[in-house]
């Protein structure tokens, strides 16, 4: 505003009350005209600037998987549920396999009937010296076929005699004893005792429903012995559940409504209960090791005959092991069979779909179950092919998920496919992130916002965004020089998502540049 003009004006009406409303916005609004008009400037500094790729992901279970069978078939069984924590190995599913137990059965006589005729064809010089080994094989035979009958009804005896410690006599001082939350219808002053006690009936139920499902198909044979450490373990679990229930009797408190006598009568089941425990796992352990023995010495009486059978030509023994072998094979491809008819655990997990029941028909390639691990969660980001050459695995992320307001986490990039994925028409690359350290409280499927810091550079040169100016001659500022402004090229590297820029050349630190960017007041 010209000074003489505006002089003038103040003599004109300075007389009137308006004249000196006038004169006050006047002046008011030339201060704040000086006051806006001055240049404010911007001092170079050395800064640690950090570039970074800003996307979201989701977290996700380190493991998963579908389970599907290969083949139709009905189900028999089913053994977990959704919300189910699962060991590996653990039998979620079970096709009904009545027609090829039959099957087996066939093809393991024909293996017999094909090593019969192996077994014939191997002949030593002194028939009477086969003779007796024959018979010896036979009687060891013998001796396995009836260890593993004797094993068989130590595997039934166990479950009656578990079946009848804690069901027949214990159970009659529970309250809901085979529910999934027993309870002792007396105090016990050990609040841990009790829940050991009740906790332990939870397992012993489950050990006990599981072997009874086991006896409507208990094989025989080899496959038999395999279930053995399983049943041992069913009784340890009995054992251990009856050892807490005579402690929790010894420190029982009597109250009116519950007399000295019938705690006595109580321990006296519990103690019977225990000694019939210890006789069915004594039991089970001999017949074991008979069966063991049985089959060594079988396998010793059969080498000794073999020997003895030293008269065929080696033709004729190969061509029939050859027959041997076939028939194996065929029984060795109904057992695989056998056993895609189950769908198991290939890992410790949590159950998160459970669509099978029993008695309905199972589709081939249908999910039927899926698992997931418990945690182990990893996040998984698209990244646009605009920003993936910048990002390497180790480069470190700073995390925030959605589901905790406030709170932030730090990961890693463990892997970069190298396949692209094609999002909305837009070439990504998939990458995945681990957590540095996990919080339990974390869910599989929380949308995460990642920034992933791609270059650090220390102690460089750095101006705000706002002080740059960009055209198409090129990246100048407005440097103060003495009393004048000079606009002077510079050249800029890496740029920071709080705004600030790397000054390459063209200013020195302590230079002052206009703040070309700068809002008047509102």
Do not use: C
Not at 156 to 185: C, E, H, I, Q
């Amino acid at each position: 505003m010209n000074v003489a003009r505006f002089l003038t004006l103040i003599k004109k009406y300075k007389k009137t009350a308006m004249g000196i409303s006038f004169i006050i916005l006047i002046v008011g609004g030339y201060n704040l005209f000086k006051k806006t008009s001055l240049p404010q400037f911007i001092t170079v500094e050395r800064k640690t600037l950090i570039e970074e790729v800003a996307v979201t992901g989701k977290t996700k279970a380190v493991k998963s998987v579908d389970l599907a069978f290969e083949k139709a078939g009905k189900i028999a069984w089913v053994g977990a549920e959704i919300g189910d924590k699962v060991f590996a190995g653990k039998i979620l599913v079970q096709l009904d396999t009545s027609e090829l137990s039959a099957q087996l059965k066939e093809a393991e006589a024909g293996v017999f009937g094909a090593q019969a005729k192996l077994d014939a064809l191997v002949k030593g010089s002194r028939p009477e010296s086969i003779a007796v080994k024959e018979a010896h094989y036979a009687d060891t035979q013998k001796s396995v076929d009836d260890a593993f009958v004797t094993l068989t009804d130590a595997v039934r005896n166990g479950y009656t005699r578990a079946d009848d410690a804690v069901r027949g006599k214990v159970d009659s001082f529970f309250v809901n004893p085979r529910s999934s939350s027993p309870s002792l219808n007396f105090n016990v002053s050990d609040s841990q005792l009790t829940i050991n006690v009740t906790s332990g009936r939870v397992r012993t139920e489950e050990a006990l429903t599981a072997w009874a499902s086991l006896l409507t198909r208990l094989p025989s044979g080899d496959a038999l012995l395999t279930l053995i450490p399983s049943l041992k373990t069913s009784l340890q679990v009995v054992s251990d559940f009856l050892d807490n229930v005579v402690l929790a009797l010894n420190r029982a408190n009597t109250i009116p409504s519950l007399s000295q006598s019938t705690i006595d009568g109580w321990r006296a089941d519990a103690s019977s209960a225990r000694t019939t425990l210890a006789t069915a796992i004594t039991n089970l352990t001999n017949a074991t090791e008979a069966v063991r023995s049985a089959e060594s010495a079988r396998a010793i009486a059969e080498k000794e005959l073999t020997l003895e059978r030293a008269g065929s030509t080696q033709e004729q023994i190969a061509e029939q092991q050859f027959q041997v072998k076939q028939t194996e094979a065929r029984r060795d491809a109904i057992k695989a069979q056998l056993s895609k008819a189950i769908l198991s655990a290939p890992f410790a997990g949590l159950v998160t779909k459970q669509d099978a029941k029993r008695g309905a028909l199972a589709n081939p390639q249908t999910v039927l179950v899926s698992l997931m691990s418990q945690n182990a969660l990893n996040i998984e980001a698209n990244v646009p092919e605009v920003d993936i050459g910048k990002i390497q695995v180790g480069n470190k992320v700073r995390i925030t998920l959605d589901a905790f307001t406030g709170e932030s986490f730090l990961g890693t990039i463990s892997f970069i496919d190298p396949a692209e994925t094609i999002v909305d028409g837009v070439v990504n690359f998939k990458v995945t992130i681990v957590f540095d350290t996990l919080d339990t409280r974390m869910k599989s499927g929380l949308t995460a916002n990642l920034s992933i810091e791609v270059l650090k550079k220390e102690n460089v040169l750095a101006l705000p965004q706002v002080a740059i100016i960009e055209t198409d001659m090129g990246i100048f500022v407005d440097k103060k020089e003495e009393k004048v402004i000079v606009r002077t090229p510079i050249t800029t590297g890496i740029r920071t998502e709080d705004g600030f820029v790397e000054i390459r050349s063209g200013l020195n630190e302590g230079d002052k540049v206009l703040n070309v960017g700068i809002k008047l007041p509102s």
